[in-house]
């Protein structure tokens, strides 16, 4: 199994409203990453897992709050959105988050905030 | 600082290659990668070079690293329609941590 799925596919949330994303991979992969891509644009890295601790946070604002259960999970906790934050949100997952390691990434949910 | 560009539009009739290039600023990162990605969808790792290498090919793709002048390249020989994406060139930061650092991506358009 090489697959890293995401759940929902699309979102449409108020700017008032809680949800979270959810991403999951099976590879045994011990890095989990979070990116957000806007449209025409690259993907930007928000957030870095590696071996359930939070090693990485790009200076994203607090209505952006990661979770890593285990290893096989990651959320992405989403409370007061603004209308900008919408946009198509990747989680990736590698081996171990080392230098070198290669990603792999999941189909996105495309977030829509109101 | 770290910096990835390429060029944003290529179009190529159907059979014949395609070339995409990417240049990149850290002359310390250790690997380079090609993704895919279709409208909509996430991103298909397509493939990768360490940056000890030259030239690196897998059936339909070759990719060639220049690290002296710091210029990597995609060749697609036999282009398809399914071809048609977009392609982001990526570099592994160095500095112990797994970052990559993408350019702007070419959308690559084959044509009949």
């Known amino acids: 199994d090489t697959e890293v799925t995401q759940t929902p596919k699309h979102l449409v949330m108020g700017m008032t409203n809680k949800k979270s994303l959810k991403c999951e991979q099976h590879?045994?992969?011990?890095?989990m990453y979070w990116y957000k891509q806007k449209a025409k644009k690259p993907p930007e890295l928000m957030f870095v897992?590696?071996?359930?601790?939070?090693?990485i946070n790009e200076s994203v604002p607090s209505r952006f709050s990661p979770e890593c259960p285990n290893s096989s999970l990651l959320n992405l906790h989403l409370h007061a959105l603004q209308p900008e934050d919408s946009a198509l949100y990747l989680c990736?997952?590698?081996?171990?988050?080392?230098?070198?390691?290669?990603?792999?990434f999941g189909p996105g949910t495309r977030l829509t905030v109101l | 600082g770290e910096d990835v560009e390429q060029s944003l539009f290529l179009s190529v009739r159907e059979g014949d290659s395609s070339v995409i290039n990417c240049t990149y600023t850290?002359?310390?990162?250790?690997?380079l990668y090609w993704y895919k990605q279709e409208p909509g969808a996430g991103l298909q790792l397509l493939t990768y070079?360490?940056?000890?290498?030259d030239m690196k090919q897998d059936q339909r793709l070759t990719v060639l690293l220049n690290k002296k002048d710091k210029h990597l390249s995609l060749r697609i020989a036999d282009t398809q329609t399914g071809d048609s994406a977009i392609y982001f060139c990526?570099?592994?930061?160095?500095?112990?941590?797994?970052?990559?650092?993408f350019g702007a991506g070419t959308r690559l358009a084959v044509h009949p």
């Open positions: 990736a997952s590698s081996h171990n988050g080392l230098e070198g390691d290669t990603q792999y």
């Open positions: 590879m045994g992969h011990r890095a």
């Open positions: 897992y590696s071996y359930e601790k939070l090693s």
């Open positions: 850290d002359s310390s990162s250790t690997y």
């Open positions: 070079i360490f940056s000890n290498m």
């Open positions: 990526a570099e592994g930061t160095s500095g112990g941590y797994n970052k990559l650092i």
